[in-house]
């Protein structure tokens, strides 16, 4: 090899390796970016359906403390009035928002369908059949059932909230 040789191979050497670890560098650093990026965005997308799903439950909840109190309002109402006594709100009028104003009720139901909640579903649907006597029979109750459904709709669907307690724990 001449030195003319030798002096371009050298040249070569000492402009390649950087061109060569440049690119190298280029490469290893775009593909970490890229994977670090599409691993921050999936547990993104992780913290958004877990802080979605920790909002419906508690859209849930506040809806049935709605209907809860409704309901509740409507049994103390109809318990005062099998027992002729006056009560402080219009019977008639709390007779009424139970059918004008369930959409709460509703919109619960199809949230806890729609989050799969089994346990907290079948809670809530024997809290409301509880309920539906109250409903249907009215002041047509005897004194001791009327006062006995209205102390168990008062204290309110409590299977149901333990229940959805144990799904908010877990998001």
Do not use: C, W
Request: hydrophobic share 40%; proline share 2%; no cysteine.
């Amino acid at each position: 090899m001449t030195e003319e040789e030798t002096r371009l191979l050298s040249d070569a050497v000492k402009i390649g390796f950087p061109v060569i670890g440049t690119i190298a560098g280029a490469l290893i650093g775009g593909m970490s970016t890229y994977l670090l990026t599409k691993l921050s965005h999936r547990n993104d997308a992780k913290k958004e359906l877990a802080k979605r799903r920790f909002d419906l439950l508690m859209q849930t909840a506040n809806d049935v403390t709605e209907f809860e109190h409704m309901i509740g309002t409507y049994a103390t109402e109809v318990s005062n009035k099998v027992q002729g006594l006056k009560g402080a709100v219009d019977f008639d009028e709390a007779k009424s928002n139970i059918y004008k104003k369930n959409h709460p009720l509703r919109r619960a139901r199809m949230a806890l369908k729609l989050l799969g909640l089994k346990e907290a579903e079948a809670s809530l649907e024997d809290y409301v059949e509880l309920t539906r006597e109250l409903i249907r029979h009215g002041p047509n109750l005897s004194k001791e059932r009327a006062s006995e459904l209205a102390k168990l709709i008062v204290v309110g669907p409590v299977k149901f909230y333990e229940s959805l307690a144990k799904e908010v724990a877990i998001s």
